[in-house]
């Protein structure tokens, strides 16, 4: 993604550009700082065409950014309730890097089918505190996707129109906190449950009796290879092993040793190469919140957990301690002794039917906007 070519000198004095943008100038620096000397990323507007020639003054500019849209919260794209695919939420993440330029996207590793995961990072680089955030892991979870996409771009809007939401400013939160979002870790298997293993001719016999013949793939939670990518990390694995399946299977298959599978691996890494303060798993369902781990978990943890129950209504409950081992959040407070939650997002049997978004939503927004607070 190209910005718009402008004179160098139109950048020379940058609270000028932000004014004419109507962005903050915090904001406008963090999506030029790698853009070249005579490149110009432009926050929150969208680039249908760009300009014929090269831009030379701060009034071409001005009227250059009078032709292009300027988003706005009840913009359809940005209010949008869906269902990603691997391939939808790729073309999500394109558009928002086109019209947020101050998140950057990189590849942190591929899928077992060679699917791209991708790590969205939202943050000014002087911000002291990082949160790790993740959905999908699951694959019959796939509603956490559309839960985080659509969270992740309304935090991009209030940037842009610079809004306090929960009573929290965007601006703020970004100055202080890096956000590190994987929006779906386990893309081959939300693929599986949305459209079935057709389109995996040599797999498909296999999968079916991974999946103990049923017709559909609605129960599937493992990744392609039947393992379950959230008990195949190394905290108390061996327990994991013992009690769970001891073949690939369509759930809870904690692998043959841990970190064997690509997704895991690839979480893993990105984990250990910028370890956050805080880690949140966005999984389904049943309105909890686990926080603990054998009792290493921070202090403070109980207070967040606290202040989540009350974002949402009191509808979700925290709960320190439950039997599991192997997860990715486990391991990450048995090895880092930092914050972690696993949110379990609506009620019912998964997977959630799409039609409870809304409800899902509104009861977690608040509790999404906590977790980059500290
Ligand atoms: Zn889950």
Known sequence: MAGIRVKPEVKQNMSDVAQLL?????LLA??????KNDELFCPGY???KHSDGVIETLSELFRFIGTCKKISPADNWLKEERIYSAQAAEVEIKNITAVFPFVTCRQ????VLGKPLYELKAGANTARKK???????????W?????ALRWFKEYCTALCENNTVFGYSALDIFS????????????????LVLYGCEALSEKSKCLSALNEHRPDFREWKANINGVDLNKHFPAHWDIERQRKPKAPSYRDFPGTAPLTEPEAAAMHRLITEQPPDRLIALHTQGEEIYWGYMGIEPEGSSQVVREFEALSEHRYQGVRDIDSHAGFRDWFIQHYGKEGYTIELGKGKNPLPFHMFADIYKATEGILWRSLIF
Do not use: K, Q, W
């Open 143 to 147: 509603i956490t996707t559309s839960v």
């Open 131 to 141: 949160v790790h955030m993740n959905a999908s892991f699951h694959a019959n979870e």
């Open 108 to 111: 942190i590793g591929f899928s």
């Open 46 to 48: 969208v680039m249908n």
């Open 22 to 26: 109507h962005i903050d100038e915090r």
């Open 30 to 35: 963090s999506a030029n700082e790698t853009a």
């Open 176 to 191: 202080r906190t890096s956000l590190s979002f994987v929006p779906l870790v386990n893309p081959d298997g939300v693929d």
